[in-house]
């Protein structure tokens, strides 16, 4: 069973930055597509960043919204998915979700069967 546990989150100015991290156990890491989601209050959950496992090591996929100012990353050795975030806007707010599939590249969440418990992160004004 793998375990999924999110780090970082808290509350950052607009323009300012953060950086997620989400710690995986009980599986085999490198094999799994990684994601990050978010869910705003009163909004569905939408995916965030992918990283997918390719044979040459990562690829990367963004949501247009977030696309030259988050960048997914992660590091097999230590079993660790990391989102920085940058360049912080109001409409970032939301709690965020790691997320592992059993694909080596998954973008719809329904391909995402291990989930961790969330991190708020909040942008103010």
């Known amino acids: 069973q793998v375990q999924l546990v999110e780090s970082g989150g808290g509350l950052v100015q607009t323009g300012g930055s953060l950086r997620l991290s989400c710690a995986a156990s009980?599986?085999?890491?490198?094999?799994?597509?990684m994601a990050w989601f978010r869910q705003a209050p009163g909004k569905e959950r939408e995916t965030v960043a992918v990283?997918?496992?390719?044979?040459?090591?990562?690829?990367?996929d963004y949501a247009d919204s977030v696309k030259g100012r988050f960048t997914i990353s992660r590091d097999n050795a230590k079993n660790t998915t990391y989102l920085q975030m940058n360049s912080l806007k109001a409409e970032d707010t939301a709690v965020y979700y790691c997320?592992?599939?059993?694909?080596?590249?998954?973008?719809?969440?329904?391909?995402?069967?291990?989930w961790g418990q969330g991190t708020q992160v909040t942008v103010t004004s």
């Open positions: 997320a592992a599939s059993n694909l080596f590249r998954a973008i719809a969440e329904n391909s995402y069967k291990y």
């Open positions: 009980g599986g085999a890491f490198s094999r799994y597509a």
């Open positions: 990283a997918a496992v390719t044979r040459s090591g990562t690829s990367t």
